[in-house]
């Protein structure tokens, strides 16, 4: 069974500062996305990661992805106070070969917060 | 704005009842995923249609059974409700794709469910 995995699941920072999150997954994927969302919200998609070695930027976001390793990271720099939210990675992968039918498994989620 | 549309917002009710929570893709997407959100388990992905036709099934209980109609809306219908089944029911749509491909998936405002 696929099990996703994210460090640390609680985050306080400060503003300005830079941290990584971490998103380990224990099979084979290379297909791989973070979300974000805002308490009693919707998931808003941030990053699609097809291929190994996948870099993707946007705003003090970077995310990245390791297949080999079956890690992605979320970086996050010069954190501002609007990033302060749970961010998630999820892996997909095939959950029935003969519908091409596929699946989200989520990791546990980061709950971020950012102070002036 | 994903563009998916949920209905209702919100539900209250009591245990041993049965609801029914409604989701409409986005405009041209044919695969519609539902996933439960609660304190205790996490996202977990529920069920997929693809056009109609079931395609992927998770940790759905027998007590939870979801269709997908010719206008490629889709219900999610919940019977003979717990308490343990009150969470957040999320639909989500990818665009049309018969390969296991992209299929970056974009969620709706979900449905709060409260069992009393």
């Known amino acids: 069974e696929l099990k996703v995995e994210q460090n640390p699941l609680f985050l306080s920072m400060q503003e300005g500062k830079n941290y990584t999150i971490y998103c380990n997954y224990s099979?084979?994927?290379?297909?791989l996305y973070w979300y974000r969302q805002d308490p009693g919200k919707s998931l808003e998609s941030l990053f699609v990661?097809?291929?190994?070695?996948a870099v993707k930027q946007e705003g003090r976001l970077m995310a990245s992805l390791d297949t080999k390793a079956r890690l992605s990271t979320l970086h996050i720099t010069a954190a501002v106070h609007d990033l302060s939210a749970t961010y998630f990675c999820?892996?997909?992968?095939?959950?029935?070969?003969?519908?091409?039918?596929?699946?989200?498994?989520f990791g546990e989620g980061t709950q971020l917060t950012v102070n002036p | 704005d994903s563009g998916v549309t949920q209905t209702p917002k919100h539900l209250i009710t009591a245990t041993g009842q049965r609801v029914t929570l409604r989701c409409s893709p986005r405009?041209?997407?044919?695969?519609v995923y539902w996933y439960q959100q609660s304190l205790d388990q996490g996202l977990q992905f529920l069920i997929q249609?693809?056009?109609?036709?079931?395609?992927a099934k998770g940790n759905i209980l027998e007590r939870f059974s979801a269709q997908q109609f010719p206008d490629l809306h889709s219900e999610l219908n919940l019977s003979s409700l717990e308490l343990g089944d009150s969470a957040l029911y999320f639909c989500?749509?990818?665009?049309?794709?018969?390969?296991?491909?992209?299929?970056?998936?974009?969620f709706g405002p979900g449905t709060r469910l409260t069992v009393l």
């Open positions: 989500a749509s990818s665009p049309r794709t018969l390969t296991f491909n992209r299929n970056e998936q974009f």
């Open positions: 099979t084979t994927s290379d297909r």
């Open positions: 990661l097809l291929s190994n070695g």
């Open positions: 999820a892996v997909d992968i095939r959950a029935n070969k003969e519908t091409s039918g596929s699946r989200l498994t």
């Open positions: 405009s041209g997407d044919l695969s």
């Open positions: 249609y693809y056009n109609g036709e079931e395609r």
